[in-house]
């Protein structure tokens, strides 16, 4: 039991689709996070919120746009995406956004784009 | 720019062994922290280790930190099977971000 729930764990979708990730956190945390793993590469940061105010954006491309209606839940939408999205996307929270406070992760959703 | 750098990028050995994993890093931090990954699952805080500290122990985790050498270590001793996963390290240097490294991928044969 992690603590945070990502859905769907698995999607596979083609490029002109959209859906949504959902993620929710039952720890009382007020930091959400969502990251993008490939292979071979860095865990990278893609958004951050705090108290449910956007306050990082690591150029991300608009074809990803996330959401945090309240500090329990946060959502990353997805629209025409590409090949190279393909990856797992995994969403954190922390107790609040300072200096570098551990991070809860979910298990992720494994994305494949057709 | 990648900040941690885990070594080696792979490390298999037998059950009950220990097994030692290696992480450096560029800039000044605030603190460094260790993560697991379960093959298809998140990540998992193992333990955090401040920048005034040089060492911490958690059950079978010894973790050390050299600041003048800008490296860290993780060590699990007395290995199990179940410890196999990818293992990361992760700084936080000035802002709130974490960044972490490409992981070490520990296999412990039963």
């Known amino acids: 039991e992690t603590g945070v729930t990502q859905t769907p764990r698995h999607l596979v979708m083609g490029m002109t689709n959209k859906k949504s990730l959902k993620c929710e956190q039952h720890?009382?945390?007020?930091?959400m996070y969502w990251y993008k793993q490939s292979a071979k590469k860095p865990l990278e940061l893609m958004f951050v919120?705090?108290?449910?105010?956007?306050?990082e954006n690591n150029s991300v491309p608009s074809r990803f746009s996330p959401e945090c209606p309240n500090s329990s839940h946060l959502f990353l939408h997805l629209h025409t995406l590409q090949p190279e999205d393909s990856a797992l996307y995994l969403c954190?929270?922390?107790?609040?956004?300072?200096?570098?406070?551990?991070?809860?992760f979910g298990d992720g959703t494994r994305l494949s784009i057709l | 720019s990648q900040q941690g750098e885990e070594d080696p990028q792979a490390l298999s050995i037998q059950e009950g062994e220990n097994a030692t994993m290696n992480c450096s890093y560029k800039?000044?931090?605030?603190?460094l922290q260790w993560y697991r990954q379960n093959s298809g699952r998140g990540l998992v805080h193992l333990i955090l280790?401040?920048?005034?500290?040089r060492e911490k122990h958690s059950g079978r985790l010894r973790v050390t930190l050299d600041t003048s050498k800008k490296s860290s270590s993780l060590l699990i001793t007395a290995s199990r099977a179940a410890d196999t996963a990818s293992y990361f390290c992760?700084?936080?240097?000035?802002?709130?971000?974490?960044?972490f490294g490409k992981g070490t991928k520990l296999s412990v044969i039963p």
């Open positions: 992760a700084t936080a240097a000035g802002s709130y971000q974490l960044t």
């Open positions: 720890l009382g945390h007020n930091a």
């Open positions: 954190a929270s922390s107790l609040n956004r300072g200096q570098g406070q551990p991070q809860h």
């Open positions: 800039t000044s931090i605030n603190n």
């Open positions: 280790i401040r920048s005034n500290e």
């Open positions: 919120y705090n108290f449910k105010e956007q306050t």
